[in-house]
């Protein structure tokens, strides 16, 4: 039997190790805290499944597929991992990139529609469309319980076979894995460590703070749908769960790193969060915070991850640059076929010369070239 260690219980490494137990590997999971454990980006309650990524059709496709294998997790388990709430993209004057996006949904058949700004105020209370050009709705995409999703996936694995072993794991220098002391030893290794892999993998990545707000709003929006504008990077969704609207700016933040980082938002971040309500959803404007949590992206100069074998038999997965966890299942299964030779990775994964660009990330406001 084909064995393999994972490290790193996000939802990367658990997705990947609850494929390659269903498929036949003998899997080791070693993770340092808990699946879903509130310092990992898999650990944020929420995360938004949509499919629109600018020009780029590989991302659109697989978190298309992704959507699929959710909703049937979610069935496994008889819970709603997944919530169809749709989502609605605000474009702006400068509307490249939703342009970019409704070409590619409509290459591959995904759903959309296009609505006029002021048609976007029957799906919430209170909406001004002020300086938006049209409104691209996904009414498929929406939102995922992450957290929950995580632990779920990471519980499913060991049913499926997996060992998970609570431990920090360090890269012997001569290859395996080196876990309470101990050395192990598998066909494969692969290293899913997040925000942690910059610190032992000389890797593209820079790790930035995130903060996240959801807000104390009325019942009329838990009904509301997932929105994103690009050109202003701020997203967000209904309250779900009585967790609040979600309203928080995708702007990359400060350097970061996750082991020592204040986990208390930034004063600027609630402020930066209730100028965009104030002039999008004006009656939410002073709506008090109800819960807010400080997240990392693992950022690399292109948006693009990086899956790369970087010793024999061993590989990285990681940069996810903020946009990963609604692929996880379908991404899990691309790289199983990966590790057993049946696919070559796509070159733009690899650790050659990239370029900066940002168009894969929900924010046109990085400054970077290429944005949009
Ligand atoms: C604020 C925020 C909003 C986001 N919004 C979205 C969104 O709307 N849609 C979307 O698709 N994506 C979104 N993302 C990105 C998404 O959360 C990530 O792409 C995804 O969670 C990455 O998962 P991961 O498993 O690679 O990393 P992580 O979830 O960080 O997991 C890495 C794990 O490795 C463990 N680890 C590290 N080093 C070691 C070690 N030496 N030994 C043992 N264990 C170790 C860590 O403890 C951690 O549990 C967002 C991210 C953030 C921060």
Known sequence: MRSTIVVG???????????????????TLIEQYAPGHVRQASGGETRLLRCSHGADDWYARLAWQARDGWRRLGERVGEDLFLETGILWFAGTDHAWETASAQVLKNLDIPFELLEPSDAGRFFPDFRPDGLAF???????GVLRARRA???????????????????????????VVADGELLRADRVVWACGAWLPGMFDLPVTVTRQDTLHFDVPRAWASAPAFCEYGSSVYGHG??????????SDVEGDPYDPRTGSR?????SESASRDYLARRFPSLAAAPVLFSQVCQYGVTPDAEWIIAEVRDGEWVIGGDSGHGFKHGPALAAYLADVLDGSVEPEPRFGLGERHPARGLRTSGLSG?????
Not at 135 to 141: F, M
Not at 157 to 172: F, N, Y
């Open 239 to 248: 309250d779900l769960d009585g967790m609040g609207l979600k309203a928080t």
């Open 150 to 176: 995580t632990q779920v996936t990471a519980r499913l694995a060991q049913d499926a076979g997996v060992t998970l072993i609570r431990a920090e794991a360090i890269p012997h220098p001569e290859g395996g």
């Open 9 to 27: 219980a996000g939802i990367w490494g658990s997705s990947l190790a609850l494929r390659l137990a269903e498929t036949g590997w003998r899997v």
């Open 135 to 141: 409104v691209l709705r996904e009414p498929h995409a």
């Open 368 to 372: 970077l070239a290429g944005s949009g």
């Open 264 to 268: 208390q938002v930034l004063p600027g």
